[in-house]
Each structure stands twice: as structure tokens, then as C-alpha cells.
């Protein structure tokens, strides 16, 4: 059972940035694609990134490609979102989720950290 913590969330003005972590317990993170979505009030939740178990392979949608990075440190079982350049629409829960190599599935998710951005 993969369980997930994120935190680094908080209050920052247009423009700041942010550094998003996710550590997982339970088993260890390098078995899993590790991915981060995001939810803001009223809409659904939106893919934002992915990275192979390796680090190797990376994935970003378009609304935060240029802006955020993902990055991950199996030896510490965590992985990272760095968010540059935060804007007013990136205010949401952030959540990261894992699934097994080979899965198309999310498995396992976070309980999400709130991002909120001022302008």
C-alpha cells in the first residue's frame, strides 16, 4: 500500500514560486510513474505533469509547460513539482498520485496541498 504526503503549498504573489513535495511510504516510489494534478473550485481535476520511474521521462500539459518543473529522488522516496512563474489560475488543491509501470491507471493519491495565488 503506496501511501502519499504532499506539502510546500501555501500564499505567494504572481509571479513567486513554488516548490511542491510529494514522499511517499509504504513501498519503494522508484516501482511507480509518479504524476501531479491539481483542482480548482468548481472544475475538474487537470493532469499537470509526469515522470518515469527513472527520472528519464517527463510529461507536462501545456497550461504549465515553460513554468513547472517535476523531478524526483528515489533515495528519498519524494517527488518534486517546481512552480515558477505562479499565476492568479494556478490557485487549486495540488495532489500527486502514483501508478505501476505498465499501468494506465492513477493508484494512489495524495490528500493535496492548497496553492494559492495572489495578483
Known amino acids: 500500500q503506496v501511501q502519499l504526503v504532499e506539502s510546500g503549498g501555501g500564499l505567494v504573489q504572481a509571479g513567486g514560486s513554488l516548490r511542491l513535495s510529494c514522499t511517499a511510504s509504504?513501498?519503494?516510489?522508484?516501482?511507480?510513474?509518479m504524476g501531479w494534478f491539481r483542482q480548482a473550485p468548481g472544475k475538474e481535476r487537470e493532469f499537470l505533469s509526469r515522470i518515469s520511474w527513472s527520472g528519464g521521462s517527463t510529461e507536462y500539459a501545456d497550461s504549465v509547460k515553460g513554468r513547472f518543473t517535476i523531478s524526483r529522488d528515489n533515495a528519498k522516496n519524494t517527488v518534486y513539482l517546481q512552480m515558477n512563474s505562479l499565476k492568479p489560475e494556478d490557485t487549486a488543491i495540488y495532489y500527486c498520485?502514483?501508478?505501476?509501470?505498465?499501468?494506465?491507471?492513477?493508484?494512489?493519491w495524495g490528500q493535496g496541498t492548497q496553492v494559492t495565488v495572489s495578483s
Open positions: 498520485a502514483a501508478r505501476i509501470r505498465g499501468s494506465t491507471a492513477w493508484s494512489y
Open positions: 509504504g513501498v519503494p516510489l522508484s516501482r511507480y510513474v
